[in-house]
């Protein structure tokens, strides 16, 4: 009985100053801080209260946290925009009472930019402002607010993932998607049918690309696309259906142009060296 009692203090003891040596470690940051407060007691008490030693026990899953918000926002637009969820041609009706005031220009550049922070979609007010407004208006209109909503939602994705950033950057797949950041690509992508602009919008302000080079293509790509667009929507502004514009050959330029962009990036890193 002697035997097994002495075994049994002996691995409490082990266990509990285990413990001390921990909480001991944990109180060190304290200690040594209250040299710092200039020995206030009470600061000093409010400090050591604190515990420093504690983290996260699944660092990887918190660190992954912004990126399924951002990821969860993206697909909801997405999904919104599968369902027709902008009846355009109810609010082109209520519009038309408004097109001579300055004001509703406005308010599509406000709504633009707002929808397209939290990853809606956006662009489904180009079916409010092309019937409208003349083309190269309506495709000043979209592209303030595209651009206005590309860089709230760029900064919105920076901010949320600022803490999971220097883990994420050491990535091999980030450093691969950073490296594929360049002003061609992200005109191409911008200007491609079918492209997400909140993808686009949020892997650009989570992999920290370069701001004047994301605004300056986002810009440049949102104009060509709009104008594209404006045209075609302003004479079919009395089709039954938006599904009219894949008649009109609109799309054919745009892919097109995303293509000789592409193929342009490609040349240069491959002869550009």
């Known amino acids: 009985m002697g035997p097994h009692v002495s ?8 266990n509990r100053g285990a413990h001390a040596g921990r909480d001991a470690r944990c109180a060190a940051p304290s200690l040594r801080s209250l040299e ?20 996260s026990r699944h660092p990887r899953l918190a660190a ?46 406000l709504v633009q930019a707002v929808l397209f922070t939290f990853g809606l979609p956006g662009s489904a007010l180009v079916w409010l402002a092309a ?24 900064l919105f994705a920076r901010r949320l993932t600022r803490a999971s950033f220097a883990e994420a950057r050491e990535q091999r797949l980030f450093r691969l998607l950073e490296a594929q950041g360049d002003f061609l690509t992200l005109c191409a992508l911008r200007v491609l049918p079918g492209i997400p602009h909140s993808v686009i919008n949020y892997a650009s302000g989570t992999l ?31 089709s039954s259906t938006p599904s009219d514009l894949l008649r009109t050959g ?3 330029p745009l892919a097109g142009l995303a293509l000789l962009l592409l193929l342009g990036r490609l040349a240069r890193a491959r002869f550009g060296k």
């Open 7 to 14: 075994v049994g203090h002996r691995a409490r003891a082990a």
């Open 36 to 55: 710092a407060l200039g020995g206030d007691s009470r600061k000093f008490q409010e400090v050591s209260g604190k515990r420093v030693c504690p983290r």
């Open 64 to 109: 992954a946290g912004p990126l399924i918000v951002l990821a969860a926002l993206a697909a909801l637009g997405i999904t919104l925009q599968a369902l027709g969820w902008f009846d355009w041609r109810q609010a082109l009706a209520w519009a038309r009472g408004y097109a001579g005031d300055w004001r509703l220009p406005a308010a599509i550049v």
């Open 131 to 154: 019937p409208l407004y003349p083309a190269p208006a309506a495709a000043l209109i979209l592209t303030a607010g595209g651009t206005a909503g590309a860089l709230t939602a760029y």
């Open 208 to 238: 920290r690309l370069p701001l004047p080079r994301f605004l300056t293509a986002t810009a440049l790509a949102l104009a060509v696309k709009t104008l594209l667009y404006s045209s075609a929507i302003h004479e079919l502004a009395a």
């Open 250 to 252: 609109t799309l054919a």
